[in-house]
């Protein structure tokens, strides 16, 4: 007998314990794959290679005499493997991934097309500045519409990625507190409870000494907490903005003007432009320095370990800081000012052995260029309609960390409407995985118990919000009516069960040992 799911489709009672197991390990659609060295392809490959000319006898002792230790693959082979693997995990392309904190949202293919261009991605950091005025008018563009969002001066362009403009921001303000002879006695930066993990790592990495800041009831910046904190001795503050509990600090004004008037600097971590973005301008906010992720605000993929970018825009006061290299342009066209002289002789240095990331900054003026200003402008309002929707629509039932007005661009729930269930934040987490979602951020930020951050980035329909909703809705309804076991042994429809996280934390196996004992991918 079947009835009827929340979705509207059939099922069958107890379905997640009745369903026989495969007997070959696939389950439908979604095949059995084995690693890559646990393939039958060893001693074949799937390309025909000329000999070579030469026997290598130069190269001496250097000549490799036993198997390489990979296995050969035909091309069907190769791609099976790697869409099974793609089929095993989640993707954007593939619904609405909702992790909070990351702007995971979709890519525009059009940015992609236009990094494909070969004057951009054929071309090479030591080539004469004459063969890529192209390149350097490009980085030229997105240097000024950068500064112009922002409403800064200057703007660092070669950071790698967020923590990484982190790193460029607080050299930039200790180069300036040498330059002005107070550097040995400010040794403190201010951090909020509430910000990214990065911040006070970034901080203690330059040699400063971290000091919390409380916050507020209701998520933001202390104020109070702040100003008895601030003294001669603090070089910085930094501060999210909006922060990570998805809610703008209303106090932003005050906390600049109480930190300039003790002389040090304000560093605003931007990881969450998406939300403000064509609405607000930073540098009107008294901001000194911001890194702004370009791929969370301006769409260049997210994940993977790069590459990013994530470009640092700089106050007039520690504008003659900035790290070289940055473009110039005069009668000959552009140019690259490689070293810390003249003009540029406070620079603190360099970040990064070239120019920074070429690929990223195409695809982030492709989206600039295409939205226009008023759809950047959409971007933060649909951002923040989204996540205030989703809270508006789960808030019933699931617990808002901070109820009273709207969030930002991501909904932040706590999981004091889970006590008595006996399902944990984690459990719910795991059980989302079995509804097709992949999981909200857990635990995080951590000033909130049991935290489920949710951001829907503004990329997603109401049609696919709507879809979230339904299944979210379901399982908490499930959670509440006492349907334990369907959260505890959760996830029972994924490729992978429920593991063991501590143990794969402490002991993780990071290499692959051959049934004889070998272990032929290390040799």
């Known amino acids: 007998?079947?009835?009827?799911?929340?979705?509207?489709?059939?099922?069958?009672?107890?379905?997640?314990?009745?369903?026989?197991?495969?007997?070959?390990?696939?389950?439908?659609?979604?095949?059995?794959?084995?690693?890559?060295?646990?393939?039958d392809g060893w001693g074949k490959t799937g390309v025909d290679l000329p000999e070579p000319k030469t026997d290598g006898g130069d190269l001496g002792d250097l000549v490799r005499r036993d198997p390489i230790g990979l296995p050969g693959l035909s091309e069907p082979e190769a791609?099976?493997?790697?869409?099974?693997?793609?089929?095993?995990?989640?993707?954007?392309?593939?619904?609405?991934?909702p992790l909070g904190s990351c702007t995971m949202k979709h890519n525009p293919r059009l940015n992609e097309k236009m990094a494909r261009l070969p004057g951009f991605s054929d071309i090479h950091p030591l080539q004469p500045v004459s063969t890529v005025q192209g390149a350097l008018e490009l980085m030229d563009q997105l240097a000024h519409w950068l500064k112009t969002l922002t409403g800064m001066p200057a703007v660092a362009m070669s950071p790698k990625a967020g923590a990484h403009g982190e790193l460029c921001g607080l050299m930039a303000i200790r180069a300036a507190h040498e330059a002005s002879g107070e550097h040995l006695k400010r040794r403190k930066v201010l951090v909020p409870t509430s910000a990214h993990g990065t911040n006070p790592a970034t901080a203690a990495f330059v040699g400063y000494t971290v000091v919390e800041v409380a916050q507020t009831d209701d998520g933001r910046v202390d104020v109070a907490d702040l100003a008895a904190k601030l003294g001669p001795d603090v070089a910085a503050i930094m501060v999210t903005n909006p922060n990570t509990c998805g809610l703008f600090e209303r106090d932003i004004l005050e906390i600049s003007r109480l930190t300039h008037e003790a002389g040090a600097y304000f560093y605003c971590d931007g990881a969450n432009f998406n939300a403000i973005v064509g609405r607000v301008r930073p540098g009107d906010l008294g901001v000194d320095a911001m890194h702004i992720n370009l791929h969370k605000t301006f769409s260049t993929p997210h994940g993977g370990g790069g590459p990013g970018a994530g470009p640092v825009v700089l106050s007039e006061a520690l504008?003659?800081?900035?790290?070289?290299?940055?473009?110039?342009?005069?009668?000959?066209?552009?140019?690259?000012?490689?070293r810390a002289e003249g003009e540029a002789e406070q620079a603190f240095g360099r970040l990064c052995a070239f120019q920074g990331q070429m690929g990223m900054y195409v695809r982030a003026l492709s989206y600039m260029m295409s939205h226009g200003s008023d759809g950047l402008r959409q971007v933060a309002e649909d951002a923040v309609l989204n996540a205030n929707y989703i809270k508006a629509r789960l808030s019933d039932l699931m617990s808002p960390a901070f109820p009273d007005g709207p969030c930002m661009h991501e909904a932040l729930f706590d999981d004091e409407w889970l006590k008595g269930t006996e399902v944990t934040t984690l459990d719910f987490a795991k059980a989302m995985i079995?509804?097709?979602f992949h999981p909200m951020t857990m635990y995080f930020p951590l000033v909130v118990h049991g935290a489920m951050l949710i951001e829907p980035t503004e990329t997603e329909s109401k049609q696919e919000l709507d879809r979230f909703i339904t299944a979210m809705r379901a399982l908490a309804e499930a959670a509440k009516a006492g349907d334990v076991d369907r959260f505890k042994g959760a996830p029972f429809h994924a490729p992978l069960k429920r593991l063991d996280e501590t143990r794969a934390a402490r002991q993780p196996v990071l290499r692959w040992t051959a049934p004889d004992g070998s272990n032929i991918a290390a040799e």
């Open 79 to 97: 791609m099976r493997h790697y869409v099974r693997l793609s089929q095993k995990n989640h993707a954007i392309d593939l619904a609405i991934y």
């Open 1 to 39: 007998m079947s009835t009827m799911n929340t979705i509207g489709r059939p099922t069958t009672p107890n379905a997640v314990t009745s369903k026989p197991a495969t007997l070959t390990g696939g389950r439908g659609l979604l095949q059995d794959e084995h690693l890559i060295f646990e393939s």
């Open 319 to 338: 504008a003659p800081f900035a790290p070289a290299p940055w473009v110039v342009s005069d009668g000959d066209g552009f140019q690259l000012i490689e």
């Open 434 to 436: 079995d509804e097709g």
